[in-house]
Nanobody, 113 residues
């Protein structure tokens, strides 16, 4: 199993960014996926969940209305579209399988003026 996140970079407050996570080595289309983040010096924080076939998606309260999770099963990829970014969104973002057994290496998002 391999999960590879990409898309993280330095952005200014208020800007948007889309993260991607390319999955391989398992039946991606038949599993839900999570996004988790870790801010510098802080613990892990669950961000979002997307069910099989995009049937359901859930968000942490602090990102609800600003972040949108989606998936493209044909590309084995899950996305996290982030809008109206705030300094508090600065973190390394990880995609994680439904079982929580497999994690990517993360992609760093820095929100700073």
């Amino acid at each position: 199993v391999q999960l590879v996140e990409s898309g993280g970079r330095l952005v200014q407050p208020g800007e948007s960014l889309r993260l991607s996570c390319l999955a391989s080595g398992f039946d991606f289309s038949n599993g839900a996926m999570n996004w988790v983040r870790q801010a510098p010096g802080k613990g892990l924080e669950w961000v979002s969940y997307i069910d099989i076939g995009e049937e359901n998606s859930y968000y942490q309260n602090s990102v609800k209305g600003r972040f949108t999770v989606s998936r493209d099963d044909a590309k084995n990829t899950v996305y996290l579209q982030m809008a109206s970014l705030e300094r508090e969104d600065t973190a390394t973002y990880y995609c994680v399988t439904e079982s929580w057994d497999f994690w990517g290496n993360g992609t760093l998002v820095t929100v700073s003026a």
